[in-house]
């Protein structure tokens, strides 16, 4: 038996995940029990959750992997600290995190109160996030690449993959990074926090790239499809910009200089009006990005002439340009994880390892992003017990429905009639996105489903679109590129003819972030959307995380409370179909 514990410490999105025998047992962030977005520090309760998944304890677990390596690039470092002479409290904040990530098993042994047995391996940053693409994929080879901020010293990593094999062969340094870059872009646009990336790509398609050549000046695209950034833009390579990580979520200083607005004029303060300037810098970030990307890709492709690509880092959330591969490259077929940021590196590191002690099955498989907590019926049954008073006073009727073909009915029916659902069943997903798990649901039909989602629960800017979750074999009916995409990590078109019928799920631009839904890894979710379009031929729900300003829920207690305090219309906890009676119907 090999047991493998996968780490994302000290680092944004902190979580764990635990290998046993070659298959995953247990996945999950720890923002989703501490209920703090991006929590960063030791993911004590996400180690715990995995070893209680598995029977185990941390005595007996073999092998940690941990997804740093202190002392990799270190002739970089030194280089760079002899030419640009950084504020030494930017060292000092580097030493610190170096420091953190290398004594991650003496943390360990302290919160736990234990000798470890088990081996540790530091897997360079980069080289968990291409194995957590390449090593879960069903490829038997690809080319790699991960796009990211930073991790040891690198932002980008170029490589190779076959069978059980992953390599590095090149790397873009600290200070240039393309996630800086839309990092800092989007704090000029107004959205300050860790993790607000995603607003300016649904900002974007509101505007015009009438900024693409200031962007030109930032970004510079090299001859060899690399980047680099003209650092007088920029502050994160000269000062200390306060990445805090320790024990709370991240917090990011200011990443750019005045000289970026020299060049674009004044920056939006955060909860000013978004004029179309604003739509328009967006507009203009993202077609650099997109520029840089495509080169980076292109250049990739030239040195591995592989029709599969095995895409990681943070920058692979950018699921629009992730929806133009296809189109603007010559891969064929790509893989992206579900957790493409720096959690995926506890699945990249343990699976680094797991290919390297290489006993009986050496790679895991990952179609699905289901490994988090479940709940039983009876767990769920003793929590409305408890809270039967507050149901009751909240207007609700309940009903236990144990059939799966009369629940599923029953809420494609809510669904259709203009209601909002709140879905909680089985194992919570792994990454980011809410896979119809841990969804709130409804018609993507109605024009105004936008408006009475932000209104009754997300409270969340206009201008962010809401997801179609399609079933699998009717992606190609309705959108115009034909692909899995399980983990919502790709936006396509969808068919001009189309666009009109799901307006909810349409952005600005015809797109949409779909998520494709297989009867083989969701029986339930794929059933629920059957039935959905039994009533309204129309295969597909809108489906946004549930959740209101928090992390998406994890336990049925978060689920109820959530209803409870928002203007939900069901919940469908498990088997147990909660139903407001005295909600004005929308219709
Ligand atoms: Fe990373």
Redesign the pocket.
């Known amino acids: 038996m090999s047991l493998i514990l996968g780490l994302n410490a000290y680092?944004g999105d902190s979580a764990a995940c635990l290998i046993r025998d070659g298959e995953l047992v247990a996945a999950a962030e720890e923002e989703r029990f501490r209920r703090i977005k991006h929590w960063a520090g030791l993911p004590t309760q996400s180690i715990d959750y995995c070893l209680a998944e598995g029977g185990l304890s941390l005595g007996d677990v073999e092998h940690i992997a941990i997804?740093r390596k202190p002392g990799v690039n270190n002739w970089r470092r030194l280089a760079f600290v002899l030419t640009h002479r950084p504020d030494p409290r930017l060292m000092l904040q580097k030493i610190r995190n170096i420091r953190h990530a290398s004594s991650a098993n003496e943390a360990l042994e302290k919160v736990y109160g234990i000798s470890l047995k088990a081996q540790i391996h530091h897997v360079e940053?980069?080289l968990a996030?291409l194995a957590s693409a390449f090593l879960v994929s069903h490829f038997d080879e690809a080319a790699c690449i991960?796009i990211?901020?930073?991790?040891d010293f690198a932002s980008t990593a170029m490589g190779f993959g076959r069978g059980r094999s992953v390599t590095i062969d090149e790397r873009v340094y600290f200070p240039h990074s393309l996630?800086i870059f839309y990092s800092a872009l989007t704090q000029f646009i107004g959205f300050p926090h860790y993790g607000d990336e995603y607003k300016v790509m649904g900002l974007a398609p509101y505007g015009k790239p009438n900024y693409l050549a200031q962007m030109r000046q930032i970004v510079r695209v090299q001859p060899d499809g690399t980047f680099r950034l003209a650092l007088k833009y920029f502050r994160h390579h000269t000062a200390n910009v306060s990445y805090s990580w320790n024990n709370c979520a991240p917090e990011v200083g200011t990443l750019y200089t005045e000289r970026l607005i020299d060049l674009l004029g004044p920056a939006r303060k955060s909860g000013e009006p978004l004029e179309q300037k604003h739509k328009d810098i967006a507009s203009s970030v993202q077609a650099m990005y997109e520029e840089a990307f495509f080169a980076l890709l292109e250049a990739l492709h030239a040195r591995y002439p592989s029709p599969n690509l095995a895409l990681s880092?943070?920058c692979a959330m950018n699921s629009v340009a992730n929806g133009k591969v296809y189109l603007r490259t010559p891969f064929k077929k790509m893989y992206l994880p579900a957790a493409a940021?720096?959690a995926g590196?506890a699945i990249g590191g343990a699976s680094y390892v797991l290919s390297m002690i290489a006993d009986g099955r050496s790679r895991l498989s990952l179609d699905s992003a289901y490994s988090g907590p479940a709940f039983s019926d009876g767990e769920i049954g003793k929590l409305i017990e408890t809270k039967q008073q507050q149901i009751t006073d909240a207007g609700c009727a309940m009903r236990w429905i144990v059939n799966e073909r009369e629940l599923c009915q029953r809420t494609a029916t809510a669904i259709a009639e203009g209601k909002v659902i709140g879905w909680f069943q089985g194992r919570m997903e792994w990454g980011p996105r809410a896979l119809g798990n841990r969804s709130i649901l409804c018609d993507p039909r109605r024009a105004d489903m936008k408006e009475i989602l932000n209104a009754r629960i997300k409270r969340r800017e206009s201008f962010r679109p809401f997801a179609p979750s399609i079933l699998r074999e009717a992606v190609s009916e309705w959108f115009e590129q034909d692909d899995d995409v399980p983990f919502m990590m790709q936006v396509f078109q969808i068919r001009p003819e189309k666009r009109s019928l799901v307006p909810a799920v349409c952005h600005v631009d015809g797109s949409g972030r779909l998520q494709t839904v297989h009867a083989d890894t969701n029986p339930l979710y794929h059933q629920l959307i059957a039935e959905f379009s039994r009533l309204t031929s129309v295969p597909m729900v809108l489906n946004t995380s549930f959740n209101e300003n928090e992390p998406v829920v994890c336990r049925p207690e978060e689920a109820l409370d959530c209803f409870l305090r928002t203007k939900m219309d069901v919940l469908v906890l498990g088997n147990f179909f909660i139903e407001r009676q005295n909600q004005e119907a929308i219709a």
């Open positions: 680092h997804n940053h980069h996030h991960s990211d901020g930073f991790g996630g880092g943070g940021g720096d590196g």
